[in-house]
């Protein structure tokens, strides 16, 4: 089992940065991928970023790609997503996951937090 918290999300103008945090707790959390998802309102829940268990490979929405940073500290059994160049159509409630592997799908995980609102304000 893993329990997964999110935090770092908030109110930000265009352009801004935040950085949001999934801290984790329960075992073997270093041999899980994790993944970042969002969801809109009245959208579906959408793929955003993704890392493998060691931080060696990363996969990014063509949306976010160049924009947003996923990495991972397993000493803290932290992952974060780091949001550059904020536009309003990232304006989501922001998920992490954990899964056996890494994987662009949101039925490829098991685990998930209960959400962090980022707001991007024009």
């Known amino acids: 089992q893993v329990q997964l918290v999110e935090s770092g999300g908030g109110l930000v103008q265009v352009g801004g940065s935040l950085r949001l945090s999934c801290a984790a707790s329960?075992?073997?959390?270093?041999?899980?991928?994790v993944g970042w998802f969002r969801q809109a309102p009245g959208k579906e829940r959408e793929f955003v970023a993704t890392?493998?268990?060691?931080?060696?490979?990363?996969y990014y929405a063509d949306s976010v790609k160049g924009r947003f940073t996923i990495s991972r500290d397993n000493a803290k059994n932290t992952v974060y997503l780091q949001m550059n160049t904020l536009k309003p159509e990232d304006t989501a409630v922001y998920y992490c996951?954990?899964?056996?592997?890494?994987?662009?799908?949101?039925?490829?995980?098991?685990?998930w937090g209960q959400g962090t609102q980022v707001t991007v304000s024009s």
């Open positions: 890392i493998d268990w060691s931080g060696s490979i990363t």
């Open positions: 329960g075992r073997n959390f270093n041999k899980y991928a």
């Open positions: 996951a954990a899964g056996l592997s890494i994987a662009t799908s949101k039925d490829d995980y098991g685990f």
